[in-house]
């Protein structure tokens, strides 16, 4: 069964910095795409940040020049540096994957549990 499992949330003050961790576990092939989404209270799920296995990126406007996504030297793991932090990146974080790219940058296949991140002012 594929599970991704995030770490690394929690509370930091606004302008702080916070890194996101998430391995994917009982995959016996290499996740083609990666990435994190984003909901605040009250607002939808939306795309933060993914990358491929290539080392493809894509941003979501909000978080261009402070964020920063990764994949790890195993490569079924994705990290999501997250510096220069506002209130408005409150939100529970998703790590999301695509075996394939059919959606790209839309991650449908797989979902892990979230992490709350919390930015206070």
């Known amino acids: 069964q594929v599970q991704l499992v995030e770490s690394g949330g929690g509370l930091v003050q606004a302008g702080g910095s916070l890194r996101l961790s998430c391995a994917a576990s009982?995959?016996?092939?290499?996740?083609?795409?990666m990435g994190w989404y984003r909901q605040a209270p009250g607002k939808q799920r939306e795309l933060v940040a993914a990358i491929t296995s290539g080392g493809i990126t894509t941003y979501a406007d909000s978080v261009k020049g402070r964020f920063t996504v990764s994949r790890g030297n195993a490569k079924n793991t994705v990290y999501l540096q997250m510096n220069s932090l506002k209130p408005e990146d409150t939100a529970v974080y998703y790590c999301?994957?695509?075996?394939?790219?059919?959606?790209?940058?839309?991650?449908?296949?797989?979902w892990g549990q979230g992490t709350q991140v919390t930015v206070s002012s």
């Open positions: 009982g995959i016996g092939f290499i996740i083609n795409a």
């Open positions: 999301a994957a695509d075996r394939l790219l059919n959606s790209w940058p839309d991650l449908t296949d797989y």
